[in-house]
């Protein structure tokens, strides 16, 4: 049963209950691969149900619009306070609804339409926006993409340093939705002063791994840090924007009221919680194990013969080539997830196919972390993964794997849902 229970909302809508737990089964039964994707605590869970989403607070604490807001100033101004103590930083912004409105409030911010940007192009592991074609980003902007090598999968900086001198973007974005490897901050922050750029650093999916120093902060490096805060940092679907004090006001602007109206205060508050969580001394092992788990999946992985863009992973993102496996990316998820892994198909560096039919599968290890699965378990992994690959078309074998994997996974407790006795 769902924690916290669901009491009411069964007796108001018995379908959208059902499916509410439906969805909760799912996730406790199979191998959450997806690298964006988590579990919350049962407190961030309560919060992110509470009174506070009956209230509407436009502007910031202290200056609103609408009267009413003795909890609510509060509210935001200890997850701002957690933020800012957590990552480093001498200020934090906790209202934006996601992280692309958030990546557009820099924008907003910092740039007029036609002004260039530079950011690391979509297939080689950027995000929609970084500046890429299809986003408002890259129709509204000038883009210059940079990319990865085509014989080691990683970013090579002199060739980064070179083109930011002869472009000379206003903002310089690093960072991205599919980098298995460790970034650079303090080269990025040097080729960014070169360029008279400003140094923007996307670390949604790695803000957890940040947070419990598994992986180094672009804090003193980067004059404005995105993020999303769910992912590794274990919160809600929401984000901030975090800067130096210098920016502050012009990115406050950016988001209210430049990009939106009232923030979500329910939101917000689950913000707060997660960053307590984030603060306690646990979670530093939870994010070094997140690491341990992902470098031992890709070691098992390589052994059966799979080929991982970069050769391995310093975070938690894994990014598999399927080219030598002959099978695209998308028949091979659809089979994983028949077969009870859930991942994606992902496009890889350099890929040959169409980004719908790509050649790649992305996957992480932050979930089956919060779930209990250690290093030792990472070879079972793999071993399911290549059976499923294997087994694509083949529904008996899919069926026997995916049950197989629900009864593994009944043995690991799930955050916010049991089954019932």
Not at 89 to 109: F, K
Request: aromatic fraction near 6%; hydrophobic fraction near 45%; charge should be negative.
């Amino acid at each position: 049963m769902h924690q916290p229970a669901l009491t009411h909302l069964h007796a108001a809508d018995p379908d959208l209950a059902a499916l509410v737990e439906g969805e909760a089964a799912r996730q406790h039964a199979k191998l959450r691969l997806i690298a964006s994707e988590n579990y919350v605590s049962p407190a961030v869970l309560e919060a992110t149900g509470s009174v506070l989403t009956n209230k509407y607070s436009e502007g910031y604490a202290g200056r609103r619009y609408y009267e009413g807001q003795q909890f609510v100033d509060p509210v935001e101004t200890l997850a701002a306070e957690r933020a800012r103590n957590l990552f480093g930083v001498e200020h934090a912004n906790v209202q934006p609804y996601s992280g692309s409105p958030a990546n557009l409030a820099v924008y907003l911010a910092f740039l007029r339409p036609g002004d260039t940007v530079m950011g690391m192009a979509l297939p080689m592991g950027g995000h929609l926006t970084h500046g890429w074609s299809v986003s408002a980003t890259g129709r509204w902007f000038t883009p210059v993409r940079y990319g990865v090598r085509a014989d080691t999968g990683r970013v090579d900086l002199d060739e980064v340093r070179d083109l930011a001198l002869k472009e000379r973007p206003k903002i310089i974005f690093c960072g991205g939705t599919a980098i298995p490897r460790t970034i650079d901050y303090p080269a990025f922050a040097e080729i960014a002063r070169e360029a008279g750029a400003v140094l923007v650093a996307d670390i949604a999916h790695l803000a957890g791994l940040i947070a419990g120093g598994a992986h180094p902060s672009p804090a003193g490096h980067a004059d404005v840090i995105t993020t999303t805060t769910h992912k590794t940092l274990r919160g809600p679907r929401g984000a901030m924007i975090m800067s130096t004090a210098e920016h502050a006001a012009a990115l406050d602007k950016a988001v209210f009221p430049g990009l939106q109206g009232g923030p979500h205060n329910h939101t917000t508050a689950a913000i707060a919680v997660a960053l307590k969580e984030a603060a306690a001394p646990d979670f530093a092992d939870y994010a070094r194990r997140v690491v341990a788990n992902a470098r031992a999946l890709a070691a098992a992985l390589l052994e059966r013969g799979f080929d991982l863009v970069s050769g391995g992973t310093d975070n938690h993102l894994i990014l598999i080539d399927l080219t030598n496996r002959g099978v695209a990316g998308k028949p091979a998820a659809q089979a994983l997830d028949a077969a009870g892994v859930e991942l994606n198909h992902n496009t890889v560096p350099f890929d040959p196919r169409k980004p719908f039919d790509p050649s790649g599968l992305r996957l992480g290890t932050a979930a089956i972390t919060t779930r209990g699965l250690t290093g030792s378990d990472m070879p079972r992994v793999a071993g399911w993964i290549d059976e499923a690959v294997k087994a694509h078309g083949d529904e008996a074998a899919l069926a026997r794997i995916a049950a197989e994997i629900a009864a593994f996974m009944a043995a690991h407790p799930m955050p916010g849902w049991a089954p019932a006795p």
